[in-house]
């Protein structure tokens, strides 16, 4: 529902007996199709034309030049891309994962409307439904899909949509012309499983339930997908980096909010190689851990609205102007500004 129209009908139940209460006008407007809001659906309940034109506008912000000025950007797909690069280390391992990474997936969602026409809201990738088997997955379709496996040394995928994209960022902080990679790895995937989303759906605090998001299923889907998507800077190089953020954000939104008690920037400058990433864990196989190091003409971000490495709700969500930056405060109810849901 648009914000206007919300406050229209709010001041109506504020004046009027008859009029419908405010809560429940909320809760009508969680309805699917109800008053305009925008409906983010599972990728596996897409139509084939829904897929294409959600890939289609993808393609049209890959076509787009840069307007960030960021670093390295070439395009309207780098801008997004270099933001998490130059905000990596404060957005990880951190209470503003997943908020951040919120308004990071909606002001993507915003381009791709505003700038790319598209109209069918972020779609998720429902990963329980592929874990153990990221390879066959139909999110990997080379036609109706985002292509599949990366190939040879380089590790470059080969069908689909994106394979002729240069991506002009990464890995990690390189400035750096490549392809998109993949290194599917099954076996890391599994960790994106329906127990593993369940038992962080039963923690009951934030700080529990965040670390939890953040360990796995976070960690499997990158990690699952592997190469770019498993680099925890340059990560967004993969567009199925949206997808699959749009899905944790699904499980934050299920969960509904918790009583905040944010625990603070545990990491607020230089992030561990996480446990389960490709590389780092004993024995895991993979190609080696990437290169995390943060090069000298790159500034250490810092940290807005909040002293040192205390977390609360007005701890700023810096956007680098992809998007105003909002406080945390701003973000916990989706149907606010954003104005968007899940359809379960
Ligand atoms: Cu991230």
Redesign the pocket.
């Known amino acids: 529902m648009a914000p206007l129209t919300r406050f229209l009908l709010s001041l109506l139940a504020a004046g009027s007996s008859l009029a419908v209460p405010v809560a429940q006008e909320v809760e009508l407007a969680g309805r699917p199709g109800g008053g305009g809001d925008r409906l983010r659906k599972s990728w596996h309940s897409l139509t084939n034309a829904q897929k294409k034109a959600y890939i289609d506008a993808e393609l049209c912000l890959m076509s787009k030049p840069s307007t960030s000025g960021l670093r390295g950007a070439r395009t309207r797909f780098d801008d997004f891309q270099s933001v998490?690069v130059s905000l990596?280390e404060i957005?990880?391992y951190a209470g503003q994962f997943l908020p951040w990474?919120r308004l990071f997936v909606w002001a993507h969602e915003q381009a791709l409307e505003k700038e790319c026409g598209y109209k069918g809201g972020q779609p998720y990738w429902d990963e329980p439904l592929d874990a153990g088997f990221f390879s066959t997955s139909v999110v990997l379709d080379p036609v109706t899909g985002f292509g599949g496996n990366g190939v040879g040394a380089s590790r470059c995928i080969a069908d689909g949509p994106f394979a002729n994209y240069t991506n002009a960022l990464g890995p990690s902080y390189a400035v750096n012309d490549h392809c998109i990679e993949r290194t599917i790895m099954d076996f890391v995937s599994w960790a994106t499983h329906a127990q593993y989303r369940d038992r962080c759906l039963a923690k009951t605090s934030w700080l529990d339930f965040w670390t939890c998001v953040e360990a796995s299923p976070h960690n499997g889907g990158h990690g699952g997908v592997g190469s770019q998507m498993s680099n925890?800077i340059s990560?967004p190089g993969d567009p199925l980096f949206f997808l699959h953020?749009a899905w944790l954000d699904q499980i934050w939104a299920h969960k509904g909010n918790l009583t905040l008690e944010f625990p603070g920037d545990l990491f607020p400058s230089g992030i561990p190689p996480p446990p389960g990433f490709p590389g780092s864990a004993p024995g895991g196989g993979g190609p080696p851990a990437p290169d995390l190091t943060r090069p000298a003409d790159v500034p250490e971000p810092v940290i807005i609205g909040d002293p040192a490495n205390v977390t609360t709700l007005k701890h700023v969500l810096q956007m680098l102007g992809l998007t105003a930056d909002r406080t945390i405060a701003e973000v916990m109810d989706t149907r606010g500004f954003m104005c968007y849901r899940y359809d379960v």
């Open positions: 998490h990596t957005v990880h990474h925890p990560s953020h």
